[in-house]
């Protein structure tokens, strides 16, 4: 089946930058490169391996961004070689597979009689980011699946990027947060579309949240917009607060719910400022919701503190 080559376009992360730049020599490079996030991103990878991955991966998709893949690869090098005596195995993987990502979105401006061996060489520092890795971090193996997916079929990748999605999917619980399944399910979908299983494409694609194949970006974010329920700053989730008792409900519109369970257990009191009935309502009564999640908690039907029927959320106006 014929596959088109289509590399790895932009990849925009969802996290608010925090701190201000500050020196000379940072305020003269601002001025040259136009992109005070990449700069700052560079001065704070630059200071030494972060001890959050997610600012070595900001930094990642400040270059891809660009435009700036290049620029990226040498970067991300450099602070290997210097960092490189006291890096872990698995600190080494993450610049890995962040290089890895970058060779390929750059592969497009690679002369072609050489870009064979371009992509030869990314598919071996992502299988090496994955082995130093020990195949357990989420973003390494999410950006092999990635990567792999839009391989043209030469490089007989497509079992190897079902496998990396795969396992994204049964291990979702080690991703940064639900945002990164997007891409996931859309490159499934992709996949089982080339080998003609429309069925299965068009669920996984439901799944991404997409509405049709073609896109030419590919978001990580933790926000999202939705047609029906407008716009959402994280995935939906439930945190136990308080073992038992206290719960928080985000990923429903604007807000986070807080939910309390009443001393005897048969009543869950709902706290928020302000939002809708209807998400309200959804929030409560849906297989997620924060009652199934209470109820899976206890764990049994004649527990005395099984929560009574779901009543109508009520709106109390402000004192």
Known sequence: MKSSVRWLPALLLGSALVGSMDGRADEDSLTTSGRPELEYFKAVNRAGPPRDPELLFLLMAQYANANKHREGIEFFSS???????????????????????????????????????WVKDTIATLEEAKRLSGGEIFPVRWISGVVYAQLPAFFNQRDAALAELTWCLENADKAPHGGWLREVYYQLASLHRLDGDTAQAREYLRL?????????????????????????????????IVPGKVYALSGYEFTEYYFVVSDDGRELIGIDAGTRADSARYGLRSPSGIRSRIARANNRSDNPRALGPCRRPQVFPEP
Do not use: C, M, N
């Open 208 to 240: 991404s949240g997409y509405p049709h194949f073609g896109k030419s970006v590919t978001f990580t974010t933790a926000f999202a917009e939705d047609l029906a329920a407008g716009h959402t700053f994280s995935p939906k989730r439930i945190a136990e």
């Open 79 to 117: 602070l290997l070689k210097d960092f490189e005596p006291r890096l872990s195995d698995r600190q080494r993987s993450l610049y890995l597979a962040a290089i890895g990502l970058l060779r390929a979105g750059y592969a497009g401006e690679v002369a072609f009689w050489k870009r064979i061996g």
